[in-house]
């Protein structure tokens, strides 16, 4: 399995000003392109699939599912990663005669589920076609993210950004403890757990 993103998120999941406002730098502008590429660095840790912290898509982005093919058992589900599951836009394949085909009817389900990740099953009462025995011999294209950024999640990147930008050293001589409700705190909730 591998994922592959097709269409990127039309912006940033803080804006400069959100940025600027936490840390009480609205008066300059020396460190903008600092403070913008620490934001991209802390949406990064927590945004999109593992390593990423919460395992979602948290801005809405298109992405590719690729597989080696169907699930043997003909009428297993696929899940599909990186909840809140928007749209499947297309499903995919290369058949045993190496031609390749698109599946117009299909069930999908989680459409909208920010508790749970989206999965695909076949049309009711037909299965999984087979596939030619070759790597990545089906692509699924769906679309996942949230309309809009959970304010947690906006607050938790801003605590990373501003932790960072006042302690820009690997190592200080303050013994630097999490603040109750801090990041993990805040993103806990929302984080997709392995099954």
């Not at 039309?10 to 300059?28: C, M, N, Q, Y």
């Not at 960072?164 to 806990?188: D, F, K, M, Q």
């Amino acid at each position: 399995m591998a994922l592959k993103l097709i269409t990127d998120a039309s912006g940033p999941l803080v804006t400069a000003a959100e940025i600027k406002r936490h840390i009480r730098a609205v008066d300059f502008s020396d460190d903008d392109d600092y403070l913008q590429a620490l934001a991209g660095v802390a949406a990064n840790h927590v945004d999109g699939p593992e390593p990423a912290w919460l395992g979602r898509s948290l801005a809405e982005r298109q992405w590719q599912l690729i597989l080696d093919g169907f699930p043997a058992d003909k009428c297993s589900r696929i899940a599909l990663p990186l909840p809140p599951l928007r749209s499947v836009d297309t499903v995919e394949y290369v058949d045993i005669d190496g031609t390749a085909q698109t599946i117009a009817d299909f069930r999908e389900f989680g459409v909208q589920s920010t508790n749970s990740t989206g999965f695909l099953l076949p049309a009711f009462g037909s299965t999984w076609p087979d596939t030619r025995s070759e790597p990545e011999a089906v692509k699924i294209t769906f679309t996942a993210g949230f309309a809009s950024v959970p304010p947690a999640v906006k607050h938790a990147i801003l605590l990373l950004v501003g932790q960072w930008y006042e302690n820009r050293e690997n190592a200080s001589e303050i013994a630097l403890t999490e603040i109750p409700n801090g990041v993990s705190a805040l993103l806990t909730p929302l984080k997709i757990w392995p099954s």
